[in-house]
């Protein structure tokens, strides 16, 4: 499966957004999907991860409160939707999927086969 995340952009501390990650050449109802992101010098992080079935969903700290995650299986897309963005969320933002069983997600990047290109949010006044 090929995954592209989109939607990133520039927003006030406060604000909200929405990334898109679509898939081609699969389906996202056969993968548990997760996001990540990675700030300027630092490693890439988990923010949250959402099994296939829908019914377990991790939070990083951080954004927990904050973000959530669904799902469009109609569309065979999945969002990240963030609110009350602080600048600390500036980073450059990944889709990925895991091919995981029905119930499983994880919070572990390297367990996760298939990622998307990336895409910059930035927050800043």
């Known amino acids: 499966v090929q995954l592209q995340a989109s939607g990133g952009g520039l927003v006030q501390p406060g604000g909200s957004l929405r990334l898109s990650c679509a898939a081609s050449?699969?389906?996202?109802?056969?993968?548990?999907v997760g996001w990540f992101r990675q700030a300027p010098g630092k490693e890439r992080e988990f923010v949250l991860g959402?099994?296939?079935?829908?019914?377990?969903?991790y939070y990083a700290d951080s954004v927990k409160g904050r973000f959530t995650i669904s799902r469009d299986r109609a569309k065979n897309m999945v969002y990240l939707n963030m609110n009350n963005l602080q600048p600390e969320d500036t980073a450059v933002y990944f889709c990925a999927a895991d091919p995981a069983r029905w119930d499983y997600v994880t919070r572990i990047r390297d367990e996760y086969d298939f990622w998307g290109q990336g895409t910059q949010v930035t927050v800043s006044s």
């Open positions: 959402e099994s296939r079935s829908g019914r377990r969903t």
């Open positions: 050449g699969g389906f996202f109802s056969d993968y548990a």
